[in-house]
């Protein structure tokens, strides 16, 4: 048995796992109960025991392969039972019986013989149609956009995550508090903000990105307005009913026996990273809790997402598909004038075999100022990858996605096989290029901490440097619609290759490395690339899109560079923040190259001094909390000269309301040379 297992089960040469079962056609028949024998032995061994693994690849492989078996077994069974019976009623004159009997041996006979020709779901698609994408480096095209046009800044840091977290484990996933460090996260955003805009400090860094956005949209170089409304489209794919307890929003976690969920630790924007984008707005930005809104308006905000961002913004609207008023959700309503005109005009895309023309938005996309769409960088089995674009699947009314696939690669269940190549219709240009849906995004911010090959899986731990078999633990920044999925792309074309995943679930990777899936960049970036017959004009209003920002690719997996960062063309330059926040949180008085001091005094009333020395010039960043964490006051965020310095804390909070008696911590973080030092302090206000 393990010499047949052995030989027709490929097994992940990294990872262990099964990756592929496949027999080949003139031994399938022959060998199905054997085959199908070990798929059934291999799930009991490894589901049982740890019922989490059913969502696990090679599950997702061998099970179709053991409920053939076992359906197969039962027929055989029955058909021999059952002409058995009839030889015994025709022995016995029993004609009538034995007819009976003969019809269902021969009907379950056909159920049993009918599951030989069943494969594993792996192995089932026609693959004919895919040809291998083998895209030219560093050859741009488009017009680049931004403050530094084209710059895409990508920072990683491994302790962003918990690198021995399991997603598909209840209470162990990515998304636990514990398996997320905020403080680094919160400090990589602040990274990638400043180095975007080449300013000091996150105040400037949000100053010059409404500025440049503002002046981009033609309301002049004008800041953030108070009053001014923000919406965070979050990716919340797996938010639908039967993934969720209708009480509370809480996830669903169900066995193999009890029907395998496989959304459970789906990879989707995570609540630290949307914390992270909160805690920026509202304390440097200071927009009020009142004037966002938050959530993926055609799904629902699960329990965990909510509990851990309304802790520290509980005036936030929180809006999911139907209004769980009594758990803190508001109805997000939807809207009753057709917004998106796509430029296919019916030619393209289908619903029930009828010409989609265009769709409705929710309200609160014409109510809104400025929206952050916050993606998670992971690759998709109909586009090939799923980033801001695609993230807008989730923006109009309808119940589902599927009238726009056929503007993507793999259409799939509505009707073409695929569309490779290049000069096709794309749905995503006119998401892009849209007033609303495209140039009402403030600044792309893409979440990266948990990717994955697959819209519908679970993170998965990259092979690629510099994640060398970790998360990916990353955080990008752009006001380059098209140079920021561009790189994305190069990122996960580098990574999920069949070399490294031969057989993945639904065969993701061949779509992922198809020739096209670049195509809506190409077409995004220069109107030379469009599809005949297609002038993309998503408001059919006359005015066509223009180009949108710089595509191409990177020269090779290993340096990661771009045609600006090799200075042979306008292209993209991706700044690249390795290991940005290296954080101490030993408590001693000396570091490297700063002192913190208690304040004094303390206990205080009404205020207190808290000093430090910097024996070089550095970044500062000094923050309050309350005793369980939450954040009360930045005191000080600015780069300083070496020396000695100090600030008051008066015992107020970010809006200036006087804080109520207790005991609080002051954090200092020093940045260094791209090196992170952080000490804290407690102090106790007596009023």
């Known amino acids: 048995m393990n010499a047949l297992i052995q030989k027709f089960v490929k097994v992940c040469p990294k990872s262990g ?3 592929k079962i496949v027999v080949p056609e003139g031994y399938y028949k022959l060998l199905f109960p054997f085959v199908g024998l070990a798929a ?8 049982v025991p740890r019922p989490s693994r059913a969502a696990y690849p090679c599950m997702k492989v061998a099970t179709p392969l053991a409920s053939s078996f076992i359906i197969w077994l039962v027929g055989l069974a029955a058909s021999v039972k059952s002409f058995t019976k009839m030889k015994a009623a025709y022995l016995n004159s029993g004609y009538i019986k034995a007819s009976l009997f003969l019809l269902s041996g021969i009907i379950f006979g056909l159920m049993a013989f009918s599951q030989i020709g069943t494969e594993s779901v792996a192995d089932s698609r026609n693959k004919s149609a895919y040809v291998q994408a083998d895209p030219e480096p560093n050859q741009p095209m488009g017009q680049a956009v931004g403050i530094f046009p084209g710059r895409v800044v990508w920072v990683h840091n491994p302790d962003a995550t918990n690198e021995n977290c399991d997603p598909m484990e209840e209470g162990n996933s990515y998304f636990e508090p514990e398996n997320s460090n905020q403080e680094v996260i919160d400090d990589m955003l602040s990274q990638a903000i400043k180095k975007l ?9 949000w100053d010059a990105i409404f500025r440049f956005h503002n002046n981009a949209r033609g309301k002049g170089e004008v800041a953030y307005q108070p009053g001014e409304k923000v919406f965070i489209k979050m990716n919340a794919t797996s938010g639908w009913s039967g993934n969720y307890n209708d009480n509370d929003l809480s996830k669903v976690y169900k066995s193999w026996w009890g029907g395998v969920n496989r959304y459970y630790g789906l990879s989707e924007t995570s609540p630290a990273f949307i914390l992270a984008v909160l805690r920026q707005l509202v304390y440097n930005v200071n927009v009020a809790q009142e004037d966002i809104y938050i959530g993926d308006p055609m799904k629902f905000i699960y329990k965990h997402i909510y509990e851990y961002l309304h802790a520290e913004f509980p005036d936030v609207h929180y809006l999911d598909h139907t209004g769980h008023t009594r758990i803190g959700r508001e109805l997000a309503e939807k809207g009753t004038t057709p917004l998106i005109k796509y430029s296919d005009r019916g030619s393209v895309l289908v619903r029930d075999g009828n010409p989609v023309y265009e769709d409705k938005l929710y309200k609160i996309y014409e109510e809104m100022e400025y929206m952050l769409n916050l993606p998670q960088m992971k690759g998709h089995v109909r586009a090939g990858v799923t980033m801001f674009a695609k ?6 009314i309808r119940d589902g996605a599927n009238h726009l696939h056929n503007g993507l690669m793999e259409p799939g269940e509505t009707g073409l ?3 490779p190549g290049y000069g096709l219709y794309r749905v995503q240009v006119d998401i ?12 792309y911010l893409m979440e990266a901490l948990w990717s994955t090959d697959h819209e519908l899986n679970p993170p998965a731990k990259w092979q690629m440097s510099p994640f060398n078999n970790d998360w990916t633990s990353s955080v990008f920044a752009s006001f380059d619609p098209v140079a920021i999925e561009s790189v994305g792309y190069d990122f996960v074309r580098s990574e999920f290759t069949k070399d490294r995943y031969p057989s993945s679930y639904e065969d993701v990777v061949d779509v992922i490395q198809l020739e096209g899936v670049c195509d809506y960049l190409r077409q995004a970036a220069d109107s030379a690339n469009w599809a005949e017959g297609i002038v993309y004009d998503p408001e059919d209003d006359g005015t066509n899109i223009f180009s949108l920002g710089v595509h191409e690719h990177w020269n090779n997996p290993v340096d990661k560079e771009y045609s600006r960062n090799l200075g042979t063309g306008d292209g993209i330059e991706l700044i690249k923040i390795e290991n940005a926040t290296d954080v101490s949180s030993d408590e001693e008085l000396i570091t490297k190259d700063f002192k913190l001091n208690q304040n004094y005094p303390n206990p205080f009333n009404p205020s207190t001094t808290i000093s430090f020395s910097l024996d070089i010039s550095a970044e500062v960043k000094l923050v309050v909390y309350d005793a369980l964490g939450k954040f009360v006051k930045v005191l000080k965020d600015e ?13 107020t909070n970010y809006s200036g309301t006087p804080v109520v008696s207790g005991r609080y911590i ?6 260094s040379d791209n090196k992170i030092y952080s000490q804290s302090r407690k102090m106790t206000l007596v009023k």
Do not use: C, Q
Not at 40 to 46: A, D, E, K, S
Not at 197 to 205: C, I, N, Q, V, Y
Not at 391 to 396: K, L, P, V
């Open 17 to 19: 796992k099964i990756r």
């Open 40 to 47: 059934l032995i291999w799930i009991l061994i490894r589901v």
């Open 197 to 205: 805009t080449g300013t000091t400090s996150d105040l400037e860094a």
């Open 391 to 396: 993230n807008h699947f989730g923006s109009h």
């Open 417 to 419: 096989t695929t569309r």
């Open 432 to 443: 892009m290029g849209h007033e609303i849906l495209g140039r009402k995004n403030l600044v």
């Open 639 to 651: 780069k300083l000269p070496a020396g000695y310095h100090s600030v008051s804390w008066d015992g």
């Open 666 to 671: 002051y954090r200092i973080t020093v940045n």
